[in-house]
């Protein structure tokens, strides 16, 4: 599963086919989280709080790029907040 970017300690990886939705994971020690890129919604996972709000301000900003990947499977690094 491609690492695509890096966001205070959150790691977000992308792949395709794994599941029929449109969707990505963020890591963030022992936590995952899985997000669907259309809606920002948590559809499974334990992501604390305050990761799972970073991941959704993230997600916003990177939302074409994200499902441009999803449908080409050309992936690259995306840039993290500032």
């Known amino acids: 599963m491609p ?6 300690g959150i790691v977000i990886k992308l ?5 029929s939705s449109l969707h ?3 890591v ?18 334990d992501l604390p709080r305050r990761a799972r709000n970073l991941v959704i301000e993230w997600t916003k ?4 790029e994200l499902i441009q990947m ?7 690094k995306l840039q993290p907040l500032v």
């Open 3 to 8: 690492e695509i970017a890096r966001l205070y």
């Open 15 to 19: 792949f395709y086919g794994d599941h």
């Open 24 to 26: 990505f994971h963020a």
């Open 28 to 45: 963030y020690g022992e936590f995952v989280g899985l997000f669907n890129i259309n809606t920002l919604e948590l559809i499974k996972g």
């Open 61 to 64: 900003i990177n939302k074409t």
């Open 70 to 76: 999803w449908d080409t499977q050309e992936f690259h």
